[in-house]
């Protein structure tokens, strides 16, 4: 099976900018979870999609935001992007229930 | 909420030794999961090894094994035989099977350098 996939791999933007990163999950998987890692703050969860709904919700602006269709995909979005969301975005997919999450090689963000 | 905590920042080892990894977490929960999880400098977030809580025997899997102690919240990773591509950072993390929510909360990593 092919792992979780990521696009883009590296990112570019400015401060106001929007931004918008995909991530494909393994074959079957219904779950994916979003991550974001920097040094400052370590790991945190963003949100989590089940079956196209937002199951779960981390601590962050409403400036993120994201989606899931019906084939699984997912999509993350951030507007009016700031210094500070310049980061490692990982996405990390599952079955759905407690088991174990498989990650992406993740996006790397960098906001001029 | 849940908090993991991993108070080894930096760890050394020589080559085809062994070394252990520490890792607590408070929790008032009784069903969870703890992973251990590689990070090497591609960034790629790997699974190293997994422990569901009901389980009392200590997951293996090859040179990597687990030290579960429930009561005192403790999941501690022995890596044995080290080998250079074992330097990486490790993240220790926890996840509730309380619910559908699928968060898994992770410790502050220990980077683990590898010598000849």
């Known amino acids: 099976k092919a792992g979780v996939t990521q696009t883009p791999r590296y990112l570019i933007k400015t401060r106001g900018q929007q931004v918008t990163l995909s991530c494909s999950p393994i074959?079957?998987?219904?779950?994916v979870s979003w991550y974001q890692q920097t040094p400052g703050q370590g790991l945190q969860f963003l949100f989590e999609?089940?079956?196209?709904?937002?199951?779960n919700k981390g601590n962050f602006p409403g400036r993120f935001s994201g989606r899931q269709f019906s084939n699984s995909r997912s999509e993350m979005n951030v507007s009016t992007l700031e210094l500070g969301d310049s980061a490692l975005y990982l996405c990390?997919?599952?079955?759905?229930?407690?088991?174990?999450?498989?990650f992406g090689p993740g996006t790397r963000l960098l906001v001029l | 909420a849940q908090t993991v905590t991993q108070s080894q920042p930096e760890m050394s080892v020589q080559e085809a030794e062994t070394v252990t990894l520490s890792c607590t977490y408070d929790?008032?929960?009784?069903?969870?999961?703890l992973f251990w999880y590689k990070q090497p400098p591609s960034r790629q977030m790997i699974l190293v090894i997994r422990?569901?809580?009901?389980?009392?025997q200590n997951a293996t899997e090859n040179r990597f094994s687990v030290n579960f102690q429930k009561a005192a919240k403790s999941f501690s990773l022995k890596i044995s035989d080290s080998q250079l591509g074992d330097a990486a950072m490790y993240f220790c993390?926890?996840?509730?099977?309380?619910?559908?929510?699928?968060?898994?909360?992770f410790g502050t990593g220990t980077r683990l350098q590898v010598t000849l």
């Open positions: 929790t008032s929960e009784s069903d969870y999961y």
């Open positions: 993390a926890y996840r509730s099977l309380t619910g559908t929510a699928s968060k898994l909360t």
């Open positions: 990390a997919s599952g079955q759905g229930g407690g088991e174990t999450q498989y």
């Open positions: 074959s079957g998987h219904r779950s």
């Open positions: 422990q569901e809580a009901y389980k009392q």
């Open positions: 999609y089940f079956s196209e709904t937002q199951r």
